[in-house]
C-alpha cells in the first residue's frame, strides 16, 4: 500500500537492494571471495532495476535534470569535497590528486568507492530520460519496449567487452599511480547501456512491480536457474568496474535475482518488524550508500583488533550492523537540521523558506 506517496513493496525492495550492496563491501565472509559473493550477480542490477521503477517523463527537461543534480550529484560532491578540505587542513597541502579524482567521478578515482553509484546513477537517469523522449518509449507496444532495452544491453555488452579492462593512466589522481591501472572512463560511462537496461527494465514493468502477486513456481524456476549459474558457470558481474562477463549466463542470474528479491519482498511486506526496518533502510538508502563504506571498515579494523581475526564472521556482523545503523541516524540528524538538509537533501522545486525550519524536506523519488 503507498505511504505517503510512497510504495511500500518498491522501499521494501530498495531495501533489501541496500544491505545486500553493503554486505559485498564487508571483507571474507559476506563480501567478494566469500561465500555470498555470487550475490554480485544481481545486486548492482537490481539497485538499478528498482530505481527505474520511480522514473517517469512528466516533467520539463530542465528541471528533471536540476532536480537528479540535486539529488544525486549534490550530495556526491559534498561528501568528496568535504573529505577534500578536511585532508588539507590536516596536511596544510591541497590534494590536487584527490580534486581531480572526485571530478572524474568513478569507483578508482575516489576515497569512498561506493559513492561512484551516485555519479553513474545520475548518468543513468540524464541518458535514460533523454533516450526515452527522443524515441518516445513509453509510447510503444511492451515487443518494442523489449526490443529496444535489449538492444541496449548487447550494445552495452560489447562495448564493455571491446574496452575491457579499459586501461587509463591516470598519474594525477593518485601519486605514483600504476599506469597499467584500469581507471575506466569518467563517471564510468561504459558501463552505461547496460545499466540504462536493467533501469528500462523497472521502468516498463513498474506496474507489474507495484502490484506483484507471488507464483511459487517462478521463484522455484528462479531460484534454480540462479544457483545452476553461480556454481557451475564463471559468470560475473561488476559494473562498478565495467564488467559483465558471459552475459549468456549472468543475465539469467541477473534475471532470477531480481525476481527472488521481488518475491521475497512481497511476503515480507506482509510482516510488521522486518517490514519497518526494510523500508527505513529503503529510506535511508542514500544516506546508507554514502556513509557505510567508512563505517563498516573503521568498526571491523577496530574490532578486529579488539577480538582478533578468529572472530571474522562476528566482526563481520557487527561491522555490518553498525554501517546500516549509523548512517540511518545521521539521515535523522540531516533532517532535523535546516542547514544540513540543504546539503543532503533534495531543495530544486521546494520553497526555502519558513517550512524548511518547521519540517524536513522529504525525497522526490519520481
Known amino acids: ?12 525492495i ?48 530542465t528541471i528533471f535534470v536540476l532536480q537528479k543534480t540535486d539529488q544525486l550529484l549534490k550530495p556526491y560532491f559534498v561528501t568528496l569535497f568535504a573529505l577534500v578540505a578536511l585532508e588539507t587542513v590536516l596536511t596544510h597541502q591541497l590534494p590536487l590528486q584527490a580534486i581531480m579524482g572526485v571530478i572524474y567521478g568513478n569507483r578508482d578515482t575516489i576515497e569512498w568507492k561506493p559513492l561512484w553509484y551516485l555519479t553513474h546513477l545520475w548518468l543513468v537517469f540524464i541518458f535514460c530520460f533523454l533516450f526515452s523522449k527522443s524515441i518516445q518509449l513509453f509510447h510503444k507496444s511492451l515487443f518494442q519496449k523489449s526490443l529496444v532495452i535489449s538492444t541496449l544491453f548487447l550494445t552495452g555488452y560489447f562495448i564493455s567487452y571491446s574496452l575491457s579492462p579499459i586501461s587509463v593512466s591516470l598519474p594525477i589522481f593518485q601519486e605514483g599511480a ?17 545499466s540504462a537496461s536493467f533501469f528500462l527494465a523497472g521502468s516498463i514493468t513498474k506496474e507489474r512491480v507495484k502490484n ?49 528479491v521481488v518475491y521475497v519482498s512481497y511476503f515480507i511486506n506482509r510482516t510488521v518488524f522486518a517490514k519497518r526496518w526494510l523500508i527505513l533502510c529503503g529510506e535511508s538508502s ?8 567508512f563505517v563498516q571498515f573503521k568498526a571491523y579494523a577496530i574490532l578486529t583488533k579488539f577480538f582478533g581475526e578468529e572472530f571474522v564472521v562476528i566482526n563481520s556482523i557487527i561491522s555490518f550492523l553498525l554501517g546500516v545503523f549509523i548512517p540511518v541516524m545521521i539521515r535523522f540528524v540531516v533532517r532535523m537540521s535546516p542547514l ?20 524536513p524536506i522529504k525525497v522526490d523519488y519520481s
Open 14 to 61: 530498495r531495501g533489501i537492494s541496500i544491505l545486500l550492496v553493503i554486505m559485498g563491501h564487508l571483507p571474507s565472509v559476506f563480501g567478494y571471495g566469500g561465500p555470498l559473493s555470487d550475490l554480485s550477480l544481481f545486486r548492482m542490477p537490481l539497485f538499478f532495476f528498482i530505481s527505474g521503477t520511480v522514473f517517469s517523463l512528466n516533467k520539463p527537461t
Open 178 to 194: 600504476n599506469p597499467n591501472t584500469s581507471s575506466g572512463l569518467p563517471f564510468r560511462m561504459e558501463s552505461l547501456f547496460i
Open 286 to 293: 542514500l544516506f546508507i550508500l554514502i556513509f557505510h563504506w
Open 1 to 12: 500500500m503507498p505511504t505517503h506517496g510512497r510504495i511500500e513493496l518498491i522501499d521494501i
Open 340 to 359: 544540513l538538509s540543504i546539503f543532503y537533501l533534495p531543495v530544486v522545486g521546494k520553497p526555502i523558506s519558513i517550512q524548511l525550519i518547521r519540517k
Open 212 to 260: 506483484y502477486q507471488p507464483n511459487i513456481v517462478y521463484a522455484a524456476f528462479s531460484a534454480i536457474v540462479f544457483l545452476m549459474i553461480a556454481i557451475l558457470t564463471p559468470a560475473y558481474v561488476d559494473i562498478g568496474k565495467g564488467e559483465y562477463r558471459y552475459p549468456w549466463y549472468s543475465l539469467p542470474a541477473s534475471v532470477a535475482g531480481i525476481y527472488l
